[in-house]
């Protein structure tokens, strides 16, 4: 087994163009864990940390753009990005635990294409992009369109994911990213849920997006239209609750009976709903 | 030995916190685990495991494994040719190295010894198993029924009455008066089903060993175990060799837990090792734990309590139906001993049933069958206490058995400890705390038998008046530290004069395995004596010094004197001055002290537990949980407060997540860390431990093991506690938040 250490995004495409049985290294927390236990055996391993920028979180257009080999731990450290996008945060900020963050990385945890992945739903809430490099070029590739299946993505041979982009958040916009799971920390989301939501300036919904982790063979995107021109009000949660308990699609097993999952997807959404309209308000104030 | 050991005497050492000798070396990593020891031209052995839950294995082909570059020997049931001579020697066998039959996921076919990791890998996938798949079953109630698919035939013992399937080996029943009598006394009578679900202890190092055979047939081992005479022991009679010719030595331990109270890997090295020539190291991975050590046992337990009005329990009867895998074990008897020893009970009729099913053989987990029992019978005894609306501790406290009372199990109780763990957990501030919404307060007792058994210790005085002390019992809680501490008080000299060492099995006599709690009871008895062997040796060495009767000296601070004025007038002689002229006066001075030791002392203890439901989601908070426990006489008040913190966090991740979970077609789902949930730190309060101190008649400075104890009452307490908290009975454990869920949509 190869360990390449390509200094260019250039570099790193031919390699992986080279050799299909080459795979990506970002933290590894996935794929060091897979290789040790004999799920993989792959020809080389491309560690992509040393290509210039893949470490970088930077504006771009009133948004920000989150380098491939950001680490979740660097993210939590980063005021600006926390301010902006606080439900993202939280959502990478879940991912294991401190050792793990320091490595970890968001385009890892979409790549690795588990349905469960932490910091998914938070992003394809924000409508975030993919930056994805390639034989043919740079496309920008919507969060949500990267997974496809269990441990599949849409990424063809050659390709790999360079930068994630949150676009500038509206004013009076916040989101929140929750998870249920039966401890407190290292444990898998049995369902995770992340609502984002935009105020008018009177504290009104003007726009609500859900998206649903764990509750089905990848990330769903929920309809949060119930929220829209409302306070957040009982009610309104109620029916969103409601829209996510019909939504999810998940499966019975030793994590949890699809009945368990239906209701504590309705639950996530009411609290993280909540959560997300208190942050908007008070970004508005 | 006379249950009157007691003297009442004013401490030194004991009962002070000094430093663990074992620190340093475990946080500088230079403590050898099992898997630390290397030897020169060494294999690694790996096993080919069954991946079906049960089936007839028709052949195994191993010719192409044997012909691959690196390897250097395959075994399989055929090359162990001994047949042992104990029952229970020939179900570790069976169980080590399947013999016709595979009777669980993860049991041992064949084996393989090679030069490297990849090798032997590779080796175990050329190995061609012809398996005939078999109908299986998993659940105790399942298994019992005529029809179940049956593990083995001929193996029921008398006791079975007709009409339960070949699975049920055993019933066994305690109990005295009439319960049907009691029953028509009662005002009120509560009878209800439990289910609980198989535990793994969960100890962090897994099992590993390093194996020497020559073809002189002596071999050497070096493993992470419990007790290495039992292996030793265990694996002479296995390989069917005379049991000096082995020596064992012990490994330090990363956690047992009563896991580690039998050999898997042990009897499987040391034929790799016979059959290339080499020493071969074996490791489990963590997915081989989990599926192939000893787990507990699951159950389904029905118990039925009476009561008055005012109180009195008239009559009880339980019945405990306890899977324990693929052999026999005394499981289901512990629980119908266990269950009801809390109580002073005039009509007890109490039944252990034993069951096979396709699943690891048990082994001990802390306490092994009570903390199951106790789970069942406390949360009757709660319901009970709320329906005639009687304080749940004053209940108990009503009905708990003292000094005098006849046990559930039979012996009738020398002074024991239970009403003061009731009594200090009533007075105690948690008890009276304010509870929030959706929170709920629960209580439970529970009891262990503790226990004595062979026990040698040999105490040694070195020319500079230090002392080294080697006992025979692996240190799983703090030993060494405690023998240490017993020594130095008998001997009177300072703590850091004394190191304790665990020998080898060709160093001391025959101990018992490090278990039932006995280790600071037994040992630390045995070293007692052995330190006042050792006194006596000093006393009449100081006596012919000073040319007066040996009887005329007597032993205090740490020094020989004359007893008396009419003894004569000596300046005292001590330890280091006696030490510096031994060679002198007679040659090397050393105590020792050889015995079955008997007077454990049972053990009692009181938890309390308050948690918060999210009635959304069933999630389960632990918000504040005190223990109470009698621990005789607190060595290493230290060591005996991490025991106490340990059995209730190990209750709680059995109380509320962990669970073996098996798919349809009998295998294990969740053989890893991640899906089989053990609390992490964040799930945890600060578990508060309160040691109250009975002395135990049988042990000079009142000693008794606190080591099992603390994982009795837990399940229980929890399940009060969320019972409360959710305004529902739970009675099926773990209480995973879909069961609390399910529970309270129910409701
Ligand atoms: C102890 C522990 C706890 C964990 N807890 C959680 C948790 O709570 N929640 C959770 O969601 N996950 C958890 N994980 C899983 C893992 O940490 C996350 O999925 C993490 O985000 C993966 O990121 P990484 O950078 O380490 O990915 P890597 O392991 O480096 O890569 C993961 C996969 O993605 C591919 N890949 C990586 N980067 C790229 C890229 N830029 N372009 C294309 N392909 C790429 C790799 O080839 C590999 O297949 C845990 C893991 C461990 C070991």
């Known amino acids: ?285 | 030995m006379a249950k009157d050991e007691f003297e009442k005497r004013e401490f030194k050492v004991v009962g002070t916190r000094v430093a663990r000798p074992d620190g340093l070396d475990k946080v500088t990593g230079r403590a050898r685990y099992g898997a630390d020891m290397s030897a020169p031209g060494m294999l690694v052995g790996y096993c080919l495991r069954s991946p079906h839950a049960h089936a007839r294995i028709k052949s195994i082909d191993t010719s192409e494994a044997e012909a691959m570059a690196g390897v250097k020997a395959v075994i399989t049931r055929a090359d162990f040719t001994n047949v042992p001579a104990s029952d229970g020697t020939r179900d570790i066998l069976d169980n080590v190295m399947a013999n016709d039959k595979a009777l669980y996921d993860g049991h041992t076919v064949a084996a393989v010894a090679a030069t490297s990791r990849s090798a032997a890998k590779a080796a175990l996938k050329a190995i061609k198993v012809d398996y005939e798949v078999l109908p299986h079953v998993t659940d105790v109630d399942a298994a019992m029924l005529p029809g179940a698919p049956e593990l083995h035939q001929g193996r029921q013992q008398e006791s079975v009455p007709e009409g339960f399937s070949q699975n049920v080996l055993a019933r066994s029943q305690y109990g005295h008066g009439d319960v049907d009598a009691g029953f028509a006394q009662a005002d009120v009578i509560i009878e209800r089903s439990f289910k609980t679900a198989a535990t793994h202890q969960g100890y962090i190092e897994p099992h590993a060993c390093l194996a020497t055979m020559g073809n002189d047939n002596q071999g050497d081992l070096f493993c992470c175990t419990q007790g290495h005479y039992m292996v030793r022991n265990t694996c002479a009679d296995i390989l069917g060799m005379e049991s000096g010719r082995l020596r064992v030595t012990a490994s330090e331990i990363g956690g047992g837990f009563g896991g580690k109270t039998t050999v898997f890997l042990e009897p499987v090295a040391l034929m790799l090792s016979k059959k290339s020539g080499k020493p071969v190291k074996m490791t489990m991975s963590r997915d081989e734990v989990m599926r192939a050590s000893g787990p507990t046992a699951s159950t389904s337990i029905d118990i039925k309590i009476g009561t008055t009005r005012d109180g009195v329990i008239t009559a009880a009867t339980g019945e405990f139906r306890y899977q324990s895998g693929c052999f026999y074990a005394m499981n289901g008897a512990l629980g119908a001993m266990c269950g009801f020893a809390p109580y002073d009970l005039e009509n007890l009729k109490s039944v252990g049933w034993e069951v096979t099913t396709n699943r690891p053989k048990a082994a001990a987990y802390r306490a092994p069958g009570a903390p199951m029992a106790a789970f069942a019978v406390e949360s009757v005894v709660d319901e009970v206490a709320k329906e005639i609306g009687m304080d749940p501790i004053d209940f108990r406290l009503k009905n708990a058995a003292d000094e005098g009372t006849k046990s559930a199990y039979g012996p009738t109780y020398p002074a024991i400890g239970l009403r003061a763990t009731l009594e200090a957990a009533k007075a105690h501030p948690h008890w009276s705390a304010p509870l929030g919404k959706n929170q709920g307060r629960g209580v439970g007792c529970g009891f262990w038998f503790n226990f004595g058994g062979d026990t040698c210790v040999s105490l040694m005085l070195n020319p500079d008046g230090t002392v080294s002390l080697s006992e025979g019992n692996p240190d799983i809680g703090g030993s060494r530290a405690s023998m240490s501490m017993m020594a130095a008080e008998e001997l009177g000299v300072p703590y850091e004069n004394v190191r304790t060492i665990v020998a080898d099995t060709a160093s001391l006599g025959q101990n018992e395995v490090t278990d039932g709690s006995r280790v600071t009871f037994a040992v630390g008895l045995a070293t007692i004596k052995a330190a006042r062997h050792a006194i006596e040796i000093m006393k009449a060495r100081a006596a012919a010094t000073w040319g007066i009767d040996a009887e005329a000296v007597e032993w205090v601070d740490g020094a020989a004197q004359p007893a008396g004025p009419n003894a004569g007038k000596f300046p005292p002689l001590t330890v280091k001055e006696i030490a510096a002229t031994m060679s002198n006066t007679g040659g090397p001075i050393a105590g020792h002290f050889e015995a079955n030791a008997e007077g454990a002392g049972v053990s009692f203890g009181t938890h309390i537990c308050d948690t918060e439901v999210d009635p959304e989601t069933g999630a389960v908070k632990i918000l504040r949980y005190t223990v109470f426990q009698d621990a005789g006489k607190a060595v290493h008040p230290d060591y005996v407060e991490g025991q106490l913190q340990g059995g209730a966090v190990q209750g709680i991740g059995w109380a509320l997540n962990e669970e073996y979970i098996y798919g349809e077609d009998g295998t294990l789902q969740n053989a890893g860390y991640l899906d089989y949930r053990i609390p992490v730190a964040s799930d945890l309060p600060m578990i508060e431990p309160v040691i109250l101190e009975i002395p135990n008649p049988g042990h000079p400075y009142g000693v008794r093991g606190v080591g099992e104890t603390g994982i009795v009452p837990p399940l229980a307490t929890i399940a009060n506690a969320v019972s409360r908290a959710a305004g529902v009975r739970m009675t099926s454990l773990p209480m995973s938040p879909p069961k609390v869920l399910a529970a309270i949509k129910a409701n």
Request: proline share 6%; net charge negative.
């Open chain 1, 1 to 285: 087994m190869k360990f390449e250490t390509p200094h260019s995004v250039d570099d790193a495409v031919a390699i992986l163009r080279a050799d299909p049985e080459a795979r990506v290294l970002a933290g590894g927390t996935d794929l060091l864990v897979r290789l040790r236990a004999g799920h993989i055996s792959p020809s080389a391993v491309v560690d992509i940390k040393r290509i210039p920028g893949m470490r970088d979180i930077s504006q771009e257009d009133g948004g920000w753009r989150i380098g491939a080999g950001v680490s979740c731990a660097e993210m939590g450290e980063h005021a600006g990005l926390k301010a902006a996008y606080p439900g993202v945060v939280e959502g990478a900020e879940l991912i294991g635990s401190t050792q793990v963050q320091g490595r970890c990385t968001m385009a890892g945890n979409l790549c690795n294409a588990g349905p469960a992945g932490d910091s998914v739903p938070a992003m394809v809430a924000a409508q975030a992009t993919a930056r994805v490099a390639g034989p043919n070029g740079t496309r920008d590739v919507a969060v949500f369109d990267i997974p496809t299946a269990p441990g599949q993505t849409s990424l063809a041979e050659g390709e790999f994911i360079t930068s994630i982009f949150l676009p500038a958040p509206p004013a009076h916009s916040s989101d929140a990213y929750l998870r249920f799971i039966p401890r407190t920390e290292m444990d898998i989301a049995v369902v995770g849920c992340a609502v984002n939501l935009t105020l008018d300036a009177a504290g009104t919904v003007t726009s609500a997006s859900m998206s649903l982790g764990a509750v089905g063979p990848k990330v769903k995107q929920v309809d949060a239209s119930a929220l829209v021109g409302t306070i957040c009000d009982d009610a309104a949660v109620e029916a969103l609750a409601a829209a996510a308990t019909a939504a999810a699609t998940p499966i019975d097993d030793k994590r949890g009976t699809i009945a368990f999952r239906k209701d504590v997807s309705g639950v996530l959404a009411k609290r993280a709903a909540r959560i997300a309209y208190i942050r908007a308000k008070g970004a508005s104030s």
